[in-house]
């Protein structure tokens, strides 16, 4: 089994902020890699699939990068509607990170 | 716009079975796409089930395989999820999903069913 570990666990910022957060494989998914977004009592909503294509309706401001074992998925500006745990899943065998939460500082 | 709307029993005893459908609109189950279900115990991570396509085709989580069965319905534009012997570690919000066509990553999801199991 392909094991995501997301890092960091907990990331406390501001809005305006830049956010980076971080997904690594425990071997390679090239770059079969996607980043969701998950609010409180909601389903995932896909940001990023292969790694840094943005889906239909994403806000420029997130961007994805990376291939092999190492992705980042990047907010270069938080507005207050970012707060939220981000799952990187990779679906070369289809397993999730543990998530990363982004809060308010 | 594509809707998926999951509906089934919120309780199911220890030992019983699990069944969840997902019924879908603004699309067909009997095009390219896969569809999943994803499910996701209380203040936990995602879990991915299994996916199935129009033709049948059906991939398992293998740590769920030997309990779960995925079956779609033409008929009625709608997929299934049993899960057998079921136990408290799959007391879940569970997700249909429809997977993007070329990559198996989730662009539309349902609004999750909560399915406890309990005495």
């Known amino acids: 089994e392909i094991v995501l570990t997301q890092s960091p666990g907990t990331l406390s910022l501001s809005p305006g902020e830049r956010a980076t957060l971080s997904c690594r494989a425990s071997q390679s998914v090239y770059i079969s890699l996607a980043w969701y977004q998950q609010k409180p009592g909601q389903a995932p909503r896909l940001l990023i699939f292969?790694?840094?294509s943005r889906a239909t309706g994403i806000p420029d401001r997130f961007s994805g990068s990376g291939s092999g074992t190492d992705f980042t998925l990047t907010i270069s500006r938080l507005e207050p509607e970012d707060f939220a745990v981000y799952y990187c899943q990779q679906y070369y065998s289809w397993t999730f990170g543990q998530g990363t939460k982004v809060e308010i500082k | 716009q594509v809707q998926l709307q999951e509906s089934g029993p919120g309780l199911v005893r220890p030992s019983g079975t699990l069944a969840l459908t997902c019924a879908v609109s603004?699309?067909?189950?009997?095009?390219?796409?896969?569809w999943s279900w994803v499910r996701q115990p209380p203040g936990k991570g995602l879990e991915w089930i299994g996916e199935?396509?129009?033709?049948?085709?059906?991939n398992y989580n293998p740590s769920l395989r030997s309990r779960v069965t995925i079956s779609v319905d033409m008929s009625k534009n709608q997929i299934s999820l049993r899960v057998n012997s079921v136990t408290a570690a799959d007391t879940a919000v569970y997700y249909c999903a429809r997977s993007l066509v070329g990559a198996r990553c989730f662009d539309f999801w349902g609004q999750g069913t909560l399915v406890t199991v309990s005495s």
């Open positions: 603004g699309d067909s189950v009997t095009g390219d796409n896969w």
């Open positions: 199935i396509n129009h033709t049948g085709s059906i």
């Open positions: 292969g790694a840094s």
